[in-house]
T-cell receptor, first 115, second 115 residues
């Protein structure tokens, strides 16, 4: 595709519901990142994949958060038993190689509202 | 702890005036530095980056930033702003070594250019 695509763009979940957020990276991009952006804050790192390998998940806030990229392309971020504090914009980014050498392209994000 | 500080949350300026958006970071290791821009209803876009070499880096639309290692700063400047520069600007740092690919972002600065 032309850019990083995220779906859905908006999601409203009732507290306690499970949600799944999808990211389609740019074709051929090796690296994939998930960030969480709360209202009025900058993006905060959640997790990083190189191909299908999850190399860094240090930013996942709790064991309710789980990410996967089974075939090294599309990635899914799953949040179980959502809480109000999970309300945020979830951003996905992909790059061909290391972010320091090649540009990371961001999707428009999924805005999650937990009610 | 690794952190990025953007002291100004909002910066209003008049068209054709100069602007400086400040960014300071904390790190005990070498870093790559980035400025991202987010226009209304769009995703984050890379504006410019410092990896190595010349400490002054420029973007294609007239912005520049200077890496100052002694002051751990990477301030963004433009000598004459346009209405179209209205956006939110995020400073980000990637710490080298340790195998981490993640970016650490500041909280952002909303630049509003008024006619």
């Amino acid at each position: 595709g032309a850019g990083v695509s995220q779906s859905p763009r908006y999601k409203v979940a009732k507290r306690g519901q499970d949600v799944a957020l999808r990211c389609d990276p740019i074709s051929g991009h090796v690296s994939l990142f998930w960030y969480q952006q709360a209202l009025g804050q900058g993006p905060e790192f959640l997790t990083y994949f190189q191909n299908e390998a999850q190399l860094d998940k240090s930013g996942l806030p709790s064991d309710r958060f789980f990410a996967e990229r089974p075939e090294g392309s599309v990635s899914t971020l799953k949040i179980q038993r959502t809480q109000q504090e999970d309300s945020a914009v979830y951003l996905c980014a992909s790059s061909f190689l290391s972010q320091g050498v090649t540009e990371a392209f961001f999707g428009q994000g999924t805005r999650l509202t937990v009610v | 702890a690794q952190s990025v500080t953007q002291l100004d949350s909002q910066v209003p300026v008049f068209e054709e005036a100069p602007v400086e958006l400040r960014c300071n970071y904390s790190s005990s290791v070498s870093v790559y530095l980035f400025w991202y821009v987010q226009y209304p209803n769009q995703g984050l876009q890379l504006l410019l980056k410092y990896l190595s070499g010349s400490t002054l880096v420029e973007s294609i639309n007239g912005f520049e930033a200077e890496f100052n290692k002694s002051q751990t700063s990477f301030h963004l400047r433009k000598p004459s702003v346009h209405i179209s520069d209205t956006a939110e600007y995020f400073c980000a740092v990637r710490h080298l070594g340790g195998g981490s690919e993640k970016l650490v972002f500041g909280k952002g600065t909303k630049l509003t250019v008024n006619p």
